[in-house]
């Protein structure tokens, strides 16, 4: 297994942009798919952003496309979510995950994994203020 840790959540402005960051130990950094999911209050956790194993491929949401930037260092062990034009929609926690490195990511669907393959960060808050 791998563990892995969030940062970078806080409270922005509608406009703005913040950072996030998930550091990893554990298991070969490189043998996982890295991803970004997100859950709002009173809402199912959706797909954000991923990363293949190797950083050559990117996916992303639909609602995300064209603001948000997923890379990952596999020297480092860390997978960076930059977020841009954030909205007040964005609000909610973020959480980082290492996917097994055949995952099918699309814009609009929830990746589908086994959950016993996915390793999940323990979340960080991002909140849009209007």
């Known amino acids: 297994q791998v563990q892995l840790v969030e940062s970078g959540g806080g409270l922005v402005q509608a406009g703005g942009s913040l950072r996030l960051s998930c550091a990893a130990s554990?298991?070969?950094?490189?043998?996982?798919?890295m991803a970004w999911y997100r859950q709002a209050p009173g809402k199912e956790r959706e797909f954000v952003a991923a990363?293949?194993?190797?950083?050559?491929?990117?996916y992303y949401a639909d609602s995300v496309k064209g603001r948000f930037t997923i890379s990952r260092d596999n020297v480092k062990k860390t997978v960076t979510l930059q977020m841009n034009s954030l909205q007040p929609e964005d609000t909610a926690v973020y959480y980082c995950?290492?996917?097994?490195?055949?995952?099918?990511?699309?814009?609009?669907?929830?990746?589908?994994?086994?959950?016993?393959?996915?390793?999940w960060g323990q979340g960080t808050q991002v909140t849009v203020s209007s």
């Open positions: 990363v293949s194993w190797s950083g050559g491929s990117t």
């Open positions: 554990g298991r070969t950094f490189s043998d996982y798919a």
């Open positions: 995950a290492a996917d097994p490195p055949d995952t099918y990511y699309s814009g609009s669907h929830f990746p589908m994994v086994p959950p016993e393959l996915r390793n």
